[in-house]
């Protein structure tokens, strides 16, 4: 069902309270820091989004953590201050969901569900938010194919939730200059395939921050239908993933060239 | 906890209802249908495998799919069946365990709970596993690093569940001769890292029934604790995996040199 | 000596009968078929090149073929082909040399010596290019690495040559979509490292016409110096790699949006 | 023409003084040090190979090293000394020659000519190895595909040498615990496609001195016609790839077990 087999035109999902259609001729930019820290932070980030024409708030309360000893989220708390972020300022919140039992916890406080790379064969999670009534966005899995990810995304559409967001964030090789190897070539492969948005994660897809303003504007020159990006307000002092973070400044530059690179190719942002 | 600074000593862990000791001096054979299909399949393998030396039956119940469309296994049904079979056999058997809400009732019928490689890092599952009472067979995830893989195992462990036995299956590579390209230098390798057993899955690690016997026969030359093999009747009929299923008298032929080169290496099977 | 540390200042190479400067605010496009074939054939795809605005025309007449019994290129006649189109339209030609034996032979008809993948590491070769006095084009190796690819440069600087562009073509993956996994994050992790040039091939890089597009966009706007395309009037007749290679028709629409990516980050094409 | 479609009974290359067959019965084992390092290293080295019942010695004279700034080898000196080596041992000796110049020089002292990963599609080499009448050890490229590899040993066969002997040496993943992943399988599914004998080199395949032991006997084990092994008096002090060298004592102990191995599969060693 998300093959442009079954449906020829590109699918638009519209998220958060000014329901932005994600798809369309106008990039999303969402944005925000790893993980929900405190009030003042998340507060701080909001705004530099909404300032610099991001659409989406991005921020992690449940953390899958690859060491059970590492911060795990501030959990319903992070969520509550995700709500309280998105009144102030209008943006889509975008949080992951890691565990069947909290699916409808997080649907009280978020715009869109992520699914991360962790758990993008996670079924018995797949078709709970498939049952959910808010957008998901599914990130590739470590290393799966672009079949195998599109049939994790069919789990989603077929326990009757169509508004399926893509999200390429990288994949593992050999190079060790980078976190992920982050193979653009997938969107214009993605987009011949499937009706559904594809979106770019360049921190994750790189892991440091020198490298993600560059793969921004190469993602939305190959034609990404926007870009979900880590942005801290304190790279050095975030709690998780500062390395790859960017400032709230660098995505103001960046958003500025985002914008020419979109109208050349006949897009906004 | 996993880890050999905390603890020299190779570790045991018992499994079935004569509680063999995997990671000992004795080699352990587990073989297995990839699916739980019928009765009298499964009767036929379980018998099988005993007559060849195996210790452990494996055989799939929930089964983890790519494709929502596929097969997804008898379940309950089928765990029934696995339960018959080892009162016939007293093999231990083996199974996988794929959501959290099925981990009491995988319990009440099987031995060892499997943890398939797209669950390696569904962190809700291994805490529930590591609640439960009963071994886990743990397989390393899909391009899975050895850290993060001792780090799932310690989800588990911390959890309270210290009898973890490690399954290497194959990473994915641009090898096209196989399914997975299966890494036996992991072995040692793991083995001058933890003091868990190690057991090695030539089936899914190479995807083509001839590669299997050569590959068990490595592994165990390297030395692995024990092997995970697929094994069915009629392979060509097999609801999946028959590509890379051999046939009982196979399993037969291989044992045979299997025992000898166990001796040869100071172990037996 | 291609280090950041030893110059600070961004290298120029000089090219061609204009002595195009690559590496500097100007964009270089270098287009042309993978092999040459035939003077009406090398003729009309030159015109092509230069009419899009292209600087350099490509064209193979030493082909290392992976199999001993495919097409190995018109060789000398080749050459001479490639000669004669660059008196008709003044680009700059880049062919590549796959002995030690042949460079000579091509320096006196070429500007530009080609380093294929597979000779990224072919030592006797390089240090003959080193002794040349024509600028090299180095392709990264098969799955090399950055460092193992800027030694291959040291090679050449070593033996007496500074001209070296670097042209990132692709490495190996698990990914079926494509020919080669093409990592754009290459190109600002190299700049950081080197003061050389950095050309992007994205036919190699994908292995499919329809990604060259995009993938040219993207490395343009990723910050690449240039690029390196297969082009053929008439790609499903190519001698070779016919499925990569786009039209002179699609490459004129593509330095269209090239111009407006390359001024959006304030560069020209 | 390397192809078992060509020609099924399996091939045997005679090497060295005694022509000794691999790729029959009898299990052969090379080993050495990485590079020819002086008289003493090179006869101390020999002697314990033979004692350990190796047939061949290997030993690098002509080194190509990734940086042009490394020790590359003693050159024509090597030679001298290996060719003396083997007068006192009769082992054959094995080394590589890297560039068509010397190919001459290198079939005076030596029984087998080594190509190495880095000239696996060196096709002037090939080509020039292929004239010579000495048998070629052609070692797997850097991430080739077996087509890849047995399209090059067709480069050697079809410029008139049929004296071919495969090696597997690993392959670059995004696994850092080894120097290249070793797949064994590799083994079996070339016999099924060639009749050519094939060894497999765990220093390189593994990186480490710890997992060359354990990786010899699962190749053995796994069918393999033999194996070439850095051996090193002194591995602490090499001058090349001491950190993956084994020890003449851990190479006799080694010798005992892949002795038991190979008789649990029909053979001998």
Redesign the interface.
């Known amino acids: 069902m998300a093959s442009t087999e079954v449906k020829k035109e590109r699918s638009q999902v519209k998220i958060g309270p000014k329901q932005f259609p994600v798809g369309g001729r106008k990039i999303a930019m969402i944005a925000g820091p790893c993980a929900v820290e405190n009030e003042d932070q998340i507060f701080r980030i909001a705004e530099a989004v909404r300032q610099a024409g991001g659409v989406g708030l991005r921020g992690g309360a449940y953390k899958?953590?690859?060491?059970?000893?590492s911060f795990q989220g501030l959990q319903e708390e992070g969520l509550k201050l995700l709500a309280e972020a998105r009144k102030r300022t209008d943006l889509a919140v975008v949080t992951e969901v890691?565990?069947?039992?909290t699916v409808d916890l997080v649907c009280e406080y978020t715009d869109v569900l992520q699914i991360g790379a962790?758990?993008m064969?996670?079924?018995?999670l797949l078709e709970a938010v498939g049952k959910a009534d808010k957008p998901v966005l599914l990130k590739r899995?470590?290393?799966?194919?672009?079949?195998?990810w599109l049939?994790a995304a069919?789990?989603i559409i077929?326990a009757g939730n169509p508004n399926v967001i893509l999200c390429e964030r990288g994949?593992?090789?050999?190079?060790?200059?980078?976190r992920n190897?982050?193979?653009?070539?997938?969107?214009?492969?993605l987009q011949?395939r499937t009706h559904l948005p594809v979106l770019v994660d360049p921190s994750h897809?790189?892991g440091h921050a020198?490298?993600v303003p560059?793969?921004c504007?190469?993602?939305?020159?190959?034609?990404a239908d926007g870009l979900i990006v880590e942005c801290h307000n304190d790279p050095e002092h975030a709690l998780s993933d500062g390395a790859q973070s960017i400032t709230p400044q660098a995505l103001l530059t960046l958003m500025g060239?985002l914008k020419?690179?979109a109208?050349?190719?006949g897009k906004e942002a």
């Open positions: 899958p953590r690859t060491s059970p000893y890691i565990s069947v039992e962790r758990n064969q996670h079924y018995a899995g470590l290393s799966s194919t672009l079949d195998e049939l069919e789990y077929n994949i593992r090789t050999y190079e060790d200059y980078v190897t982050l193979p653009l070539a997938a969107v214009p492969a011949a897809g790189t020198y490298l560059p793969m504007r190469a993602a939305i020159a190959a034609g060239k020419r690179i109208e050349a190719i």
